[in-house]
């Protein structure tokens, strides 16, 4: 076999796989890795030996890669199985009623502000809103199904929203609601705050006071009649949140006396209310004073045994009302 041709063979060392090296004289090959050697007559041989063991191991590769997709095919198809089965039970479960599966393919739809709605209580300005839900709707309504906002400081007047989340199985519609807060206790802050029922009582109880501070005048011999009418109300702000009454109420009459001799003596009486305001119940609540003013019966023809209180000029019981009033304003 001549150089050129041993060449072109493949020197391959069949033990260790490395690249074998020619002899000077060409007969042999010695492989400078594992030492082995080989002549170069049996050169065909051993690259056939070779070659059959090179193909021996790639048919054992190629059994084992075929056995691998053989295992992955059978893994898909149990999987394409199971997941079959499993979207034939969804299937059914969705047509059977109470199923978790059909309530959530229907879920049944319902107005939770039916059952649901807000209670607000305290002062305005400082209320708060609380949830109120019935127990008609406990299987499709709780409180942390629900978000208020706001929830705290509140105003009458202002506006509250609530929001819905519906649990599995039912649809809120609608799912958010605003409510205008009603019903907190009020400060009096105008005298139009107190009409009907509210201000009879007011103006009850300062005729009452008049006619006992009149009592005794009226059923002596000094006078022989008495009438009395409203005047005005003066009602007073506290300016800051320092004072000790919020407001101040001066409800104001003027009273005629008929003299025993056919005189008519004309006063001005005004009563002290405290701290008034309206609850959600809508009846005035406040603290009860008395008539304010100086005794000047016995100034005015009247026994000095039998003075009353209040002033003889308009103009002057208002100045007095303005200036026992420091640290507060008129409001009307």
Known sequence: MDREKTNKLSLICPSCGGRMELSEDGESAVCPYCGHKMLIDQKDSAQEEYERRMANARAEEDIKDLQRKRQSIRRIKGWLIALCVIAVICAVNVFIPGSPMHELAFPQ?????????????????????????????????????????????????????????????????????????????????????????????????????????????????????????????????????????????????????????????????????????????????????????FNFGFNHGFSYAQSFSGWTDAAEMEADLRHVRDGYHLAD
């Not at 199904?145 to 609530?162: C, D, I």
């Not at 003299?259 to 209310?273: M, P, W």
């Open 109 to 293: 739809t319902v107005d939770p502000f039916k059952d649901v709605s807000l209670k607000f209580t305290g002062m305005s300005g400082e209320g708060k809103a609380e949830l109120q839900i019935s127990r008609s709707a406990a299987e499709y309504a709780d409180t942390d199904n629900f978000t208020v906002t706001p929830e705290t400081g509140l105003s009458n007047g202002e506006t509250v929203t609530v929001k819905a989340k519906a649990p599995a199985g039912w649809r809120f519609e609608p799912d958010e609601k605003q409510f205008t807060v009603e019903g907190l206790t009020a400060w009096v802050l105008t005298t139009d705050q107190l009409e009907g029922d509210n201000l009879n009582a007011i103006h009850a109880n300062t005729e009452r006071l008049i006619r006992e501070d009149w009592d005794d005048i009226v059923h002596s011999s000094l006078a022989v009649d008495i009438t009395y009418t409203p005047y005005r109300m003066y009602l007073f702000i506290a300016d800051g949140d320092t004072w000790y009454e919020h407001n101040v109420l001066y409800d104001t009459y003027e009273v005629n006396v008929t003299r025993a001799d056919g005189s008519v003596f004309t006063g001005y009486e005004a009563c002290r209310y405290t701290d008034l305001k309206i609850p959600s119940d809508g009846v005035l609540t406040a603290d009860y004073g008395s008539l304010q003013g």
